[in-house]
């Protein structure tokens, strides 16, 4: 059932998907869902269709509802998994997409004080560039760090007294270590928060550990798409639990084939789903039931912080296309790298799957920490706890630190070649 609120957004979404042309074709043969508001006969959308559109019909395709100079923003997905999709909003949009950060920060318990920082170059994609605009609208310090190196980057958090900072899993992981080698005390320091997406891994029992301890500050999940906009953020009173937006998405879930289940043997699988959502602030590029290709597991009922609504327990638990399959196991990167950091020894890794004929083989290269005559054991070890957890053998070898790369935006920790 729609809310009074939710109403009065899902309307003006509607007079937008009648001007659309992908929409109306789309809706011909399955208009009566769309008439009555519950979409219930509208089929789901999927990422390869739109970009099939998209190829065929210029670079917004045939989704936009208005006319292509009413699209003043433009942000692409950074296509780390194929052709980048290409997003444009109206002012209207924009405004709304900074509404919603608001939602968010509000749900992350931020501040009117607090004095935010964003490490990286900005790209493409839409990734933090509404998160920034925002912050500048409220009015609050924000400081951007393009085109500065890793070390001047946390020399800027102590300088310029920052309290949160909103970057990758990876990319703290990295500051947090540089940090340590050039003596500089961040748990001492000013941030209080850390606001990381990009990657799963901030909802990962260990990741977030490790990050909250080398850093002193309170580590958040949050998760968005360039093509839906921003859509969660973590709970401080319930670690690991994503409040959803859902005044601002219409949000469903789609049943994962037993294919793409991967068991644990205690039925909890069954929970697992493909996250649907629907955005009712994007009205110039529409999109309904997208498939966000994200594995979740949903909740609702009241949360300790007094908010209702649906959450996702653990973050995004993966994307459906990164599921390896290793000698006969269904398995997801992220299971494997949250069992990497709960070992302290590790320091960075990279996992390679080489496909060879029927056979696969896993391989992780590691960062270890202590002197390097005592790698090779620690990779033994390793590789014996890893076929314990896993039930398969992955072969481990140990590269000098430094040598794997880094990066400020998604890292490339998973190679797959043959
Ligand atoms: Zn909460």
Redesign the pocket.
Known sequence: MLTPLMESRFHPLMVALQKSPFWSERFKEHGEGIRSGTFADVPYLNKAEILANQAKAGPYGTIPSVPSDQIVRVHQSSGTSGTPLVWGDTAGDWTRLLDQWDELFAIAKISGTDRFFFPFSFGPFLGFWSAFEAVARSGRFCLAGGGLTSLARLRFIEAHHISVVLTTPSYANHLAELALKNGMDLVNGPVRKLILAGEPGASMPAVKARLEASWGAVVLDHHGMTEVGPVSME?P??KG?L?LLDDWYRIEIFPLPCRLRVGEGNGGEELESELVLTSYSRRGMPLVRYRTGDRVRMTDGP???G?IGPRLQGGILGRLDDMMIVRGNNVYPNAIEDWLWSHPEVIDFQGKLLEEGSLSRLILTLELSGPRASWSEKARVLARSFADRFLFHAEMETVEIGTLPKTEHKSRRWIRGN
Do not use: G, N
Request: hydrophobic share 35%; charged share 20%; with cysteine.
């Open positions: 709970c009173l319930a639990e409040h949360c300790l912080c908010r």
